[in-house]
């Protein structure tokens, strides 16, 4: 008897068929181990016709769960795309705007977590990593996007000032970035490191562009209690000061 046959041997009829009709999903022996113990229980034909039903409603229910998981995404992104898109026939409302830009920083948060967990793991455990100004400019994000989040979603001016903070250094990084890719000659070195391609740069640039164009609107300004003086020096003084990061850097 095999592990496949002592596993299996619980399932119910509709699952030893799922796995017999998916031969590409599973192991040769898994698929013998499921024809061996279907043959074993010498079902009727009613008794198959009634698997089959059971795991064509199984079938069913996962592509309608996929379905709907699918329209969700895209009616999220849609939302997105509508509240950062300057040329609009409607004004989404106030508080929709500042709900979704919420939701979308929360999970740009979470998965720039996920992404740098080993970096941090390395940080905190191995004995060989050093803290310096560069290491904290690189986790300073993971810092600022997630009170910026909270803060904005709570309507305080604070959290409107670190997420334009936050947008105008993307954005101009990412003009930066773009003209560095597009003026790069190719090298040898590609087939190893490939590029980033620009249009990359130009996706990134026209959604942190879009959305600090989005909170900058005066209707989403007036909430914060963001006046255009304190709009522009927030915005101007960064501009500058990210520009200047990214000439030295490159």
Not at 1 to 6: A, E, G, N, P
Not at 38 to 60: G, H, N, T
Not at 162 to 183: E, K, M, Q, R, W
Request: aromatic content about 12%.
């Amino acid at each position: 008897m095999t592990d496949f046959t002592k596993r299996f041997a619980t399932f119910s009829n509709s699952e030893l068929l799922r796995i017999i009709d998916s031969p590409n999903d599973y192991q040769p022996l898994a698929i013998v181990a499921a024809q061996t113990i279907i043959a074993s229980r010498q079902l009727s034909d009613d008794d198959i016709e009634i698997a089959k039903a059971e795991l064509a409603a199984l079938v069913q229910e996962k592509e309608a769960k996929t379905k709907n998981l699918e329209n969700k995404v895209k009616n999220i992104g849609a939302s997105v795309l509508a509240i950062v898109n300057p040329i609009q026939t409607e004004t989404p409302s106030s508080d929709k705007i500042i709900k979704i830009i919420s939701i979308v920083f929360s999970g740009l948060f979470l998965f720039q977590l996920y992404k740098e967990l080993g970096m941090i793991s390395f940080m905190f455990t191995d004995s060989e990593a050093k803290w310096g100004s560069s290491m904290l400019l690189y986790f300073l994000p993971l810092l600022i996007v997630p009170i910026a989040t909270v803060l904005f979603f709570k309507r305080k001016k604070l959290g409107w000032t670190l997420l334009a903070i936050f947008l105008t250094y993307s954005t101009v990084n990412s003009i930066g970035l773009f003209i560095l890719t597009f003026n790069r000659h190719p090298s040898a070195l590609d087939a190893i490191f490939p590029q980033t391609s620009p249009i990359i740069h130009i996706l990134i640039l026209l959604f942190f562009g879009g959305t600090l164009w989005t909170i900058c609107r005066e209707h989403i300004r007036e909430i914060y209690f963001v006046d255009k003086k304190y709009l522009v020096t927030t915005i101007g003084v960064i501009a500058i000061i990210a520009a200047l990061t990214t000439y030295v850097l490159t």
